[in-house]
C-alpha cells in the first residue's frame, strides 16, 4: 500500500474504542468502509487516545482495541486491502496535533456540540483532552493527506472544522494538506437511542439504550422489543413526533436497502408488534454472520496483533511524510541527522 498510496484517492476513518460497538456505528460508518476499500486505499485507526477523554478501565481498553481490530474485519475491512491500526501506535497523530492546536481558535472549539455534550454526561471530569478532541480528530485526517472520512452525522461538524483548518494552514504556507471531504450515508447516520429516541444511540449509554454488534440474537430481540415508541398505534416516519417509530424505520430501511415509504406500506394496519419484529429480524440477520466471522478471527489474537503492528509501520512512514513537510512548512529546524 506504501507505494500504492500514490495512486488512488486516500480515505480514513476511526472508531473510539471506548465502548462495546453498537449498531449506530456499523449502520453510520463501519458498513460503508468495506464498499470503499477497492475505490480508495483505506486506513482504518482504532483511536484509543480519543478514548481516554473519557476515564477508562485500562485492561478493558487494552483488550478492546484488539476486539475493534477483530471487528472491523469482521465487517470486512481486508488487511491486504486497507490499514488497521491503533492510534496510539503512530506518534504523529500526538505530534501533528500539537501543531494543529496552534491554528485552531478557542471559539471554534466552544461551538462544537460533541463538547457539550460529553461535558454533560462527564460533568466530573471536563478535561482539556475533551475540548481539544476535534485537533487530534484533525491531525489523524490531515496527518495522511485523506480525501475522503466516512462518518455519522454526528461528527459533521468535526470534519468542518478539519477542513477549515487545513484551509487556513494551505492559506499561510501553501499547499501543505489535502482537504478532506465527509462520506455522510444518505440513511442511518443518525441511528437513536431505543430508551430515548431523541438521543444518538451511543456506546458509552445504558446496555439497553443500544444494540452491541455482538449481541446475541435473544438480547437484540429483547432490547428491540421493549425499545420506546409512543402511545398511538400508527406507523408512520415522523422524526419530531414519533422517534421512536422512525428510527425503527430507519434501521430497517438502512439494513434492507428498502426505502422507508415501502416498509411502511408493507406494515400498513399491522401494530408495533410487527413493526419491532421486523426491525428485529433485519438485525439478527445482518449482525449474525459477522459475529460467526469475528469469533473466527479472534480465536487467533496472534495474527490480528500482527495485523495491527504490520499496518502501524506502513502508517508510521506514512505519517513521517507529511510531518516532516509540516515542520518544515511552519518553520522547525531540521535534523543534521541522516
Ligand atoms: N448513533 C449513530 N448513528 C450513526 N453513526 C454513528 N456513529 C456513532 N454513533 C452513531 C459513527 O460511528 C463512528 C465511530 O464513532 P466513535 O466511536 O468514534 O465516536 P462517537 O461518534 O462518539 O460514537 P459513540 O458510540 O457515541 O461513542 P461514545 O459513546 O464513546 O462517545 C463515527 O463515524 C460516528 O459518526
Request: glycine share 6%.
Amino acid at each position: 500500500m506504501e507505494g500504492e498510496i500514490q495512486k488512488k484517492k486516500i480515505l480514513f476513518s476511526g472508531v473510539q474504542p471506548s465502548g462495546t460497538l453498537t449498531l449506530g456505528n456499523y449502520i453510520g460508518a463501519l458498513r460503508n468502509f468495506n464498499l470503499l476499500q477497492d475505490e480508495y486505499n483505506c486506513i482504518y485507526c482504532i483511536v484509543d487516545l480519543h478514548a481516554i477523554t473519557v476515564r477508562q478501565d485500562p485492561a478493558t481498553l487494552r483488550r478492546r482495541c484488539l476486539e475493534v481490530a477483530g471487528i472491523y474485519m469482521a465487517c470486512g475491512i481486508d488487511p491486504e486491502k486497507s490499514l488497521i491500526y491503533c492510534q496510539s501506535h503512530v506518534s504523529g497523530h500526538a505530534e501533528l496535533n500539537w501543531v494543529l492546536s496552534c491554528f485552531t481558535y478557542m471559539g471554534e472549539l466552544q461551538r462544537m456540540t460533541q463538547f457539550k455534550d460529553k461535558c454533560a454526561k462527564n460533568e466530573n471530569n471536563i478535561n482539556a483532552g475533551l475540548f481539544t478532541y476535534p485537533v487530534l480528530m484533525a491531525a489523524d485526517i490531515l496527518l495522511y493527506q485523506a480525501d475522503m472520512v466516512p462518518v455519522g452525522s454526528d461528527q459533521k461538524q468535526h470534519i468542518e472544522i478539519t477542513r477549515d483548518i487545513a484551509q487556513r494552514i494551505n492559506g499561510i504556507y501553501g499547499d501543505v494538506f489535502v482537504v478532506p471531504d465527509a462520506y455522510i450515508p444518505k440513511v442511518g447516520a443518525r441511528i437513536m437511542s431505543l430508551t430515548e429516541p431523541e438521543k444518538k444511540m451511543s456506546k458509552s449509554d445504558s446496555e439497553d439504550s443500544y444494540i452491541a454488534i455482538l449481541d446475541e440474537p435473544n438480547i437484540i430481540r429483547k432490547k428491540i422489543r421493549r425499545a420506546v415508541t409512543d402511545s398511538d398505534t400508527e406507523i408512520r416516519f415522523d422524526r419530531e413526533n414519533k422517534p421512536g417509530v422512525s428510527n425503527l424505520l430507519d434501521i430497517i430501511s438502512a439494513l434492507s436497502g428498502e426505502s422507508v415509504e415501502s416498509i411502511v406500506i408493507s406494515l400498513q394496519g399491522k401494530g408495533y408488534g410487527a413493526l419491532k419484529d421486523a426491525a428485529a429480524d433485519c438485525v439478527v440477520d445482518t449482525l449474525s454472520p459477522i459475529q460467526a466471522e469475528y469469533k473466527r478471527i479472534m480465536a487467533d489474537k496472534a495474527y490480528l496483533q500482527g495485523i495491527l503492528d504490520k499496518s502501524a509501520d506502513t502508517a508510521n512512514k506514512l505519517a513521517k511524510r507529511t510531518l516532516s513537510k509540516v515542520y518544515r512548512k511552519v518553520g522547525l529546524a531540521q535534523s543534521g541527522r541522516k
